[in-house]
Nanobody, 121 residues
Framework: QVQLEESGGGLVQAGGSLRLSCAASGRTFSIAAMGWFRQAPGKERELVAR????????AYATSILGRFTISGDNAKNMVALQMNSLKPEDSAVYYCAARRTEAPGSPFDYWGQGTQVTVAS
């Protein structure tokens, strides 16, 4: 099993920045990719960004392109999400996730508890 712990959420004014961090523990050798999801009230959970460990390749949701950046340290089993130019519609619970395969579109196997991000207008 893999355990994921997020940190860094909070309240920020529109246009501001936040940095989310996620630390993985347990059977981390099984992780092939990590990512960040978010879920706002009444909406489905959506993939925000993901990074693949072997190649370092990243992918982003179109709604956050140019504003958010995912980064990771495979050796330290950590992933971060730098969020700039935040908008009220970015408000959501953000979840760190990990999966055992690199195959695009594969489901994520492990999830953190989530951290709340609130962007005030």
């Amino acid at each position: 099993q893999v355990q994921l712990e997020e940190s860094g959420g909070g309240l920020v004014q529109a246009g501001g920045s936040l940095r989310l961090s996620c630390a993985a523990s347990g059977r981390t050798f099984s992780i092939a990719a990590m990512g960040w999801f978010r879920q706002a009230p009444g909406k489905e959970r959506e993939l925000v960004a993901r990074i693949t460990w072997s190649t370092g390749s990243t992918a982003y949701a179109t709604s956050i392109l140019g504003r958010f950046t995912i980064s990771g340290d495979n050796a330290k089993n950590m992933v971060a999400l730098q969020m700039n130019s935040l908008k009220p519609e970015d408000s959501a619970v953000y979840y760190c996730a990990a999966r055992r395969t690199e195959a695009p579109g594969s489901p994520f196997d492990y999830w953190g508890q989530g951290t709340q991000v609130t962007v005030a207008s």
